[in-house]
């Protein structure tokens, strides 16, 4: 099962730039699982069309990004399968990215290839301004994340 992890952010904008800390954090964890040669660690940076093909080549997805889920800064929140599209369409706004991962949703739906294991996790910043370093709340959340990233492979790895 070729799964696609998608780190979402501006890394240049604080807590904005979650998506990727915690690509850079996950990834000296992934070598040690047997079938990591099936996983792709993506920086999907602000996004752009450019990620619907690599989303469209998944059979499993997951996105990780700071995102408004109500909560204080640093809680953060799983969204799988149906839950993550309701989430995404519940959340159209005005960006600063490029192009919305609900964009990219609907690139995949219209050519068939909307990942059926998919998952979102999203992260409450606190201050998404100029800085390089995530906020003390939001980096404490990178490690839960990570290990919540690795449960949710392990769970799929064995449903597969």
Known sequence: MRTLILGIGNTLLTDEGVGIHVLNALAPDLADLSYASDITLLDGGTLSFTLAGPIEEADALIVVDAANIQAAPGEWKLFQGEAMDA????????????????????????AGHWPEQRAMIGIQPAIVDWGEQATPAVAAAIAPVCAAILELLKDWNHAA
């Open 87 to 110: 989430f995404l369409m519940g959340n159209r706004k005005s960006t600063v990215h490029e192009v919305g991962l609900t964009d990219l949703r609907a690139i995949a739906i219209l």
